[in-house]
């Protein structure tokens, strides 16, 4: 989920995104001092200059002025609230009342990355956004991640802060997230909003190799692949925090460059500095993004239950309306809302993207079976 498109050879583009498996990724970001911006999501955002994505901040003197009409969310640098989850801390912002909505931001970004749509869903609804785990203000935690590994964060997130029927809003990673925990706890939730969602469909005729690993693929050729990784992803960490570099590559994935301002490069290149940032890029970088292949939309989509909206920018270079075609071919029981936008259409365009989720919401009919928890 990052954000620009340099370095991977065609191939190895392909097989990160075509599917659309997460774009985003950005040096994860410092646990107390955010600016947060807005995440981004690049193109070749496995092995290229990855960076991309707008993350949290750190507060700087940048001032900008807000998309006209469309009122903010204030930023607070020392956060909003948190919650302790197997002894990680959590960042999360909540406000308003009435049916809950859990926002999930995408690869690199952070719970700001919803500033414009916060407060004007809160106007009817009890808006939740939180931080995944590695990300924005939430702890970088040395762990081995996996898509699992969020979405039991936000499974658990539902049950113990939300405690009732709500609806789950993704955008990219944060999109297969909120997919996979509603198929994790389909009691809880009651409809799912989809933007320009990660995750691919299998094949099945794929199989995997579950051959046994020789002496020497153990012993010579695993670590040797470890070490150049290591020092290619290093330089690819480093390469991130350029701001020529961010600036390009946030330009290529919003349709209105006007969006990609002074404040937005400088709140991805802040992220970089908590000290366990680089080990968590390098983890997610190597066991998640590069292993996806065993979590498939079809398997998730197979088992929801609840209405889906997607709300897909249709300019996306990485992630194209193709895919909101056939998740919406595979799954009836969804609405498809086409904008012209890049992949953060909740950023680029929040004024038809807030009417749009409005709308939706306001046709869904929680069922009364569904109790508090």
């Not at 009122?71 to 020392?78: D, G, N, T, Y």
């Not at 939300?162 to 999109?175: D, Y």
């Not at 992803?233 to 969006?259: D, M």
Request: glycine residues 6%.
């Amino acid at each position: 989920m990052s954000s620009s498109s340099c370095c991977l050879s065609p191939s190895l583009r392909s097989r990160l995104f075509n599917t659309s498996a997460t774009r985003f990724l950005v040096p994860p970001a410092r646990p107390n001092q955010y600016r947060s911006r807005c995440e981004m999501n690049r193109r070749g955002f496995a092995f290229r200059g990855i960076l991309a994505s707008g993350v949290s901040v750190m507060g700087s003197s940048l001032v900008t002025e807000p998309t006209e009409g469309v009122e903010r969310l204030p930023f607070k640098p020392e956060g909003y609230n948190f919650w302790t989850w197997r002894g990680h801390k959590i960042h999360y912002v909540v406000q308003g009342e009435g049916l809950p909505i859990v926002l999930i931001h995408g690869f690199g970004a952070s719970a700001f990355h919803w500033r414009y749509n916060i407060p004007e869903l809160a106007k009817k609804y009890k808006v939740y956004a939180v931080d995944l785990l590695g990300f924005g203000w939430s702890e970088k935690a040395i762990i081995e991640y996996d898509a699992m590994v969020w979405r039991d964060q936000v499974v658990d997130f539902l049950k113990e802060i939300v405690r009732e029927p709500a609806v789950l809003v993704g955008n990219s990673l944060g999109g297969f997230t909120a997919l996979v925990a509603a198929v994790g706890i389909p009691e809880q939730v009651v409809g799912l909003a989809l933007l320009n969602s990660a995750g691919q469909f299998g094949n099945p005729n794929e199989k995997m190799d579950e051959s046994e690993e020789s002496v020497l693929q153990k012993f010579v050729l695993k670590p040797l692949k470890e070490v150049f990784q290591r020092v290619v992803l290093g330089f690819l960490f480093w390469q991130a925090k350029q701001p020529a570099r961010i600036e390009s590559v946030l330009k290529s994935v919003y349709v209105n460059s006007s969006n990609v301002d002074d404040y937005l490069v400088e709140s991805i290149t802040m992220p970089a500095a908590d000290p366990n940032a680089g080990e968590v890029y390098y983890r997610m970088m190597t066991r998640f993004m590069l292993n996806q292949s065993k979590y498939t939309l079809n398997s998730a989509l197979s088992e929801l239950r609840c209405p889906l909206l997607l709300l897909w920018g249709d300019l996306d270079p990485w992630v194209g309306p193709t895919k909101a075609n056939r998740i919406k071919e595979f799954y009836p029981n969804t609405t498809l809302v086409n904008l012209q936008a890049g992949h953060c259409p909740h950023d680029e365009v929040p004024e038809l993207v807030n009417k749009s989720l409005m709308d939706w919401l306001s046709s869904l009919k929680p069922e009364a079976s569904l109790q508090t928890l």
